[in-house]
Structures are given as structure tokens and as C-alpha cells.
């Protein structure tokens, strides 16, 4: 498959949970670590994690790991802040870049391999996965897509910007709706998972 990059988001202050999300327990490891087990999984090697304030202790959790961490040190930035921060740092043989925000922990390594897949097949859209007829993430970017970023664009104006190039891949993976934001988020996790022993279907 083409060479492929995924910036982790991990800059968020995680004001709405109350604690630092990216470090909550989930299973016996760090949030942020079922993201990066999970891309590691499915066989992407290139991963940049973009961490903000809080830098210091999820680089700390996740230091063993075969990953570069970027610091966003810009104060109440956006998305769109640390995914600049981090494209400079992609593999320069990468066609195409994951961008996963970390607070969806449950994303299973088979999704992000068909994302792949599907790149190999249209290297120039952008592949979007989809649950039950509901748009998910990660997502993956062709490289000359995603820099239009540096432009001063989010990756919401890319995406309205040329529907055509939009490829929605249905996926069996309900992980790719489940986002960690509020405390009610993070408990519903914790009991699909005691309930499920794996990640959900």
C-alpha cells in the first residue's frame, strides 16, 4: 500500500470532561493509548501525536511507544492549529494523512486499514468513513489536499470546498461515532466495553 501518516490530535484542555481526557483510564491503559495501539494495529508505522498545555504527561504515557510528539503551544488554539503543527512532521514519502482526534478510542485497526485501501484505489479524495449512514472519524487526506491547510483553511472548508472529492466508505466499526467529550461519554465507553470484553461491532 502507499506510504501512509497519522497525526494524532491530543491538544484539547478537555475543559467540557473536567480532566484530562487523553489520560482517563480505559481498560487497564491511557485513553490516548487505544488511538495509537489501534493505528500501530493496522499497520501504519508514521505516526505524529500534536499535544498542547498538558504535553508533558501524555508524552510521558506514551513515551515507549515508536511515534514523534509535536507540542502545539499555541493557547486556545484550534483543530486546525495542531494539524499545521503536525503535517510538517509527516514522513515525506507519505501520500496521505489519518488525522485522529484521540477522545474516539474505540476506532478498530480494520477501519483505518480499509481507509488505507481505499487510498491506494483514489489517491486524490478524501476517504471518510461511514457507521449507519452517519459520517465517523478518523479520516484520511491526500498530502496536496490537506497542506491547502497552510492557506488558512480548516479541514471543514476543505471538505465543503470540492465535494467531488469525497469518498464515504461504509464501515461496520460503531467506534468511528463514539467520541469521548463528557464525563456521561467516557462512562457509556466504559461499559460497552466491561459488556463487550473487545471492541464494539
Given amino acids: 500500500m502507499s506510504p501512509i501518516s497519522s497525526i494524532i490530535l491530543a491538544a484539547g484542555l478537555s ?8 489520560l482517563l483510564p480505559l ?22 501525536v500534536v499535544v498542547g498545555f498538558h504535553g508533558g504527561e501524555i508524552a510521558k504515557a506514551i513515551n515507549e511507544l515508536p511515534l514523534r510528539v509535536v507540542f502545539n503551544k499555541l493557547q486556545g488554539s484550534e483543530m486546525a492549529d495542531s494539524i ?3 503535517l510538517p512532521e509527516a514522513a515525506q514519502s507519505s501520500t496521505g494523512i489519518i488525522v485522529y482526534p484521540c477522545d474516539y478510542p474505540l476506532v478498530a485497526p480494520e477501519t483505518i ?28 487526506f491526500p498530502r496536496d489536499v490537506i497542506n491547502e ?3 488558512g483553511i480548516t479541514l471543514r472548508d476543505i471538505m465543503k470546498k470540492d465535494p467531488g472529492r469525497l469518498c464515504l ?3 461496520p466499526d460503531s467506534g468511528t461515532l ?7 461519554d467516557y462512562e457509556k465507553i466504559v461499559r460497552i466495553m466491561h459488556l463487550a470484553g473487545e471492541f464494539p461491532a
Fill in 15 to 22: 475543559l467540557r470532561m473536567g480532566s484530562l481526557k487523553q
Fill in 27 to 48: 481498560s487497564g491503559k491511557p485513553l490516548i493509548r487505544h488511538c495509537l495501539d489501534t493505528v500501530l494495529a493496522s499497520g501504519v508505522c508514521d505516526i505524529i
Fill in 84 to 86: 499545521r503543527a503536525g
Fill in 113 to 140: 486499514a480499509t481507509l488505507c485501501k481505499e487510498h491506494d484505489k483514489c489517491p486524490d479524495r478524501i476517504i471518510i468513513p461511514v457507521h449507519n449512514g452517519k459520517k465517523g472519524h478518523p479520516a484520511l
Fill in 149 to 151: 491547510m497552510f492557506e
Fill in 169 to 171: 466508505v461504509p464501515v
Fill in 178 to 184: 463514539l467520541e469521548v467529550d463528557t464525563r456521561e
